[in-house]
Nanobody
Framework: QVHLVESGGGLVQAGGSLRLSCIAS????????MRWYRQAPGKPRELVAR???????NYADSVKGRFTISGDNAKNTVYLQMNSLKPEDTAVYYC???????????WGQGTQVTVSS
């Protein structure tokens, strides 16, 4: 089973930046894709960004132009660079891997991002 650990969350003012990290226990280049999700209080979990093993990235409309997902295969780490943060970006952010094993759906423990106005 693949294990994921997120870090990098915190409290930041609107307009600020944070970089989230997700370290995987296995090679991220072997994954079909790596994803970042977020969940705000009282709201369903939503997909924020996704990057395939080939490096193709997709973003939710709400974060396009502000967030960037990237991966470092040597470190088995996926990043989410978040710029121009808004209060509505406040949520717990989770990392998820689309593994080759259909029975393995790993999630990290989440990292809290709070953006003050």
């Amino acid at each position: 089973q693949v294990h994921l650990v997120e870090s990098g969350g915190g409290l930041v003012q609107a307009g600020g930046s944070l970089r989230l990290s997700c370290i995987a226990s296995a090679s991220i280049s072997s994954m079909n894709a790596m994803r970042w999700y977020r969940q705000a209080p009282g709201k369903p979990r939503e997909l924020v960004a996704r990057i395939t093993s080939g490096g193709s990235a997709n973003y939710a409309d709400s974060v396009k132009g502000r967030f960037t997902i990237s991966g470092d295969n040597a470190k088995n780490t996926v990043y989410l660079q978040m710029n121009s943060l808004k209060p509505e970006d406040t949520a717990v952010y989770y990392c998820n891997a689309d593994t080759p094993n259909p029975f393995d759906d790993p999630w990290g423990q989440g990292t809290q991002v709070t953006v003050s106005s």
